[in-house]
Nanobody, 122 residues
């Protein structure tokens, strides 16, 4: 699966953004998908994951209730709706694909997009 993330930008604290990830390849509909992020001076961390069918989702505690991951297998797309953004959400966001049904660890993902920058100003 080849991935391309887009939709990042500059937003004020409290605002919203929707990230999108376009996937190519016939295995997309059977791949668990995830979003990760790397903030300034930080290690890359897990943000959210969704199962291949979309019936299961997992979030890191810091984004629960604010972010929503979704997918459209007909369009080969994965989305991350981000609401109530905080300055600490500033990071490069990456989408990734896993052969597992749903995954939260980096080592479970074998395809990665190039990343899209989200900057949240205070």
């Amino acid at each position: 699966v080849q991935l391309q993330a887009f939709g990042g930008g500059l937003v004020q604290a409290g605002g919203s953004l929707r990230l999108s990830c376009a996937a190519s390849g016939h295995t997309f509909s059977s791949a668990g998908m995830g979003w990760f992020r790397r903030g300034p001076g930080k290690k890359r961390e897990f943000v959210a994951a969704i199962s291949w069918s979309g019936d299961s989702t997992v979030y890191v505690d810091s984004v629960k209730g604010r972010f929503t991951i979704s997918r459209d297998n007909g369009k080969n797309m994965v989305y991350l709706q981000m609401n109530s953004l905080k300055p600490e959400d500033t990071a490069v966001y990456y989408c990734a694909a896993s052969v597992n049904r749903i995954a939260t660890r980096e080592r479970e993902y074998d395809s990665w997009g190039q990343g899209t920058l989200v900057t949240v100003s205070s």
